[in-house]
């Protein structure tokens, strides 16, 4: 059942090429110039109607969602707030009939998920639902649905089911884009040629594993580190932390890297592990002063950049990782991949229970 690998998890990882070709099979046009989501209720005249977004979730899928927010606003320019589920309901959130309501969910069946849902749609709103599980509650009452096709997922820390998440934001960013005109059908086609050479970028990661395993092994010693970011690179931040504390249990923080002298680089000690994402070029020159600021602290550097940028930032920087190019929008699915590999190495290492990580369970049905 594990298909010869140790941990269902390190096999979810390997799937994520198929989930991605999965997710996208049948909603690319075939000329690929445009985005096909028939099974999506809402008329063309409703979309157009939307003038704001809340998308709202719980831990790795509310980390999917923050791309999301990056995602439709650059390419939509509508503005989207996001919201962890369990606070939703209690903001009282300004929800109009012209707000759109995203709910992310793997399982379809999160407690606060689905009571967000239930209140956006007590106040009017149209609620989209992005769930791999068809049928779940959270499939059965959103109005429209969007089914990401990573297949039935085991291990708790979620990887693949996160990833085809991010395929569903692009895919539907792109289409709302199209149909309200603010990509053309020559920019989309340069998106979707981009997110169709995903798979195989994905695949060139996965065969490096050995030096993410390395660097694993090293921070397994450490009781704290950092992971920092700007722009998108800051979400995955977040989730690469999150994974980190999920499964190994080392305490780790993300970081929106230039928020760090605002108080936390007071924590970073001698040989204190960083792991700095840079993959945004317009953003690149930012990240290495960032990175400066922790290396004059003694911190140790892991630095994930796009394949060319290894020389200049190897002066920066301890240990490098390159990850394939693809468009700035676009990487959160490939710099993710890395950082899953070194929480799972990271709790291999330690001797944990990878797939069934303590006082933790797969979905959370109680409020
Ligand atoms: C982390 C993880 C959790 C879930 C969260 C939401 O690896 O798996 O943070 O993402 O409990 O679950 P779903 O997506 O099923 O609503």
New binding site residues.
């Given amino acids: 059942e594990k298909a010869g690998f140790d941990h269902f998890m390190l096999k979810e990882i390997h799937e994520q090429p198929k989930a991605y070709r999965d997710t996208m099979l049948g909603r690319i046009s075939e000329d690929g110039r445009s985005v096909e989501l028939p099974e999506l209720k809402m008329t063309a005249e409703q979309l157009k109607g939307i003038n704001r977004v809340h998308i709202v979730?719980?831990?790795?899928?509310l980390h999917a969602g923050l791309v999301g927010k990056n995602v439709i606003e650059s390419l939509v320019r509508v503005p989207v707030e996001t919201d962890v589920a369990s606070e939703y309901r209690y903001r009282s959130p300004i929800i109009t009939p012209d707000t759109l309501v995203i709910v992310?969910?793997?399982?379809g069946?999160?407690a606060d998920?689905l009571a967000a849902l239930r209140e956006a749609q007590r106040c009017g709103a149209r609620v989209l639902a992005i769930t791999n599980v068809v049928g779940s509650s959270v499939a059965r009452e959103a109005d429209d649905v969007i089914i990401t096709l990573a297949g039935p997922e085991i291990a708790?820390?979620?990887t693949k089911?996160y990833s085809s998440q991010l395929i569903a934001f692009f895919l539907f960013g792109l289409y709302w884009a199209q149909t309200v005109g603010t990509q053309d059908d020559s920019a989309a086609a340069q998106v979707l040629a981009a997110m169709q050479a995903l798979p195989e970028q994905v695949e060139k990661i996965l065969a490096q594993a050995e030096t993410i395993k390395e660097v694993a092994e090293s921070i397994s010693h450490h009781s704290s580190l950092f992971f920092i970011g700007r722009g998108v690179d800051y979400a995955v931040a977040m989730e690469g932390s999150?994974?980190l504390k999920?499964i190994s249990y080392i305490h780790s923080e993300a970081y929106a890297a230039g928020e760090l002298k605002h108080g936390t680089l007071a924590l970073i000690e001698e040989g204190t592990p960083v792991i700095a994402l840079l993959t945004q070029e317009d953003l690149y020159e930012k990240m290495l002063s960032n990175i400066k600021e922790t290396k004059a602290r003694g911190a140790h550097v892991l630095g994930i950049v796009n394949e060319g940028h290894e020389q200049e930032t190897a002066k920066s920087v301890d240990r490098l990782f390159a990850i394939p190019r693809t468009l700035p929008l676009l990487t959160p699915a490939l710099s993710v991949v890395p950082l899953q590999l070194l929480s799972y190495y990271a709790s291999l290492a330690l001797g944990h229970d990878v797939d069934k990580p303590r006082n933790l369970a797969k979905?959370?049905t109680v409020e």
């Fill in positions: 979730a719980c831990g790795t899928a992310v969910s793997q399982s069946e999160t998920t708790v820390a979620s089911a999150l994974k999920e979905s959370v």
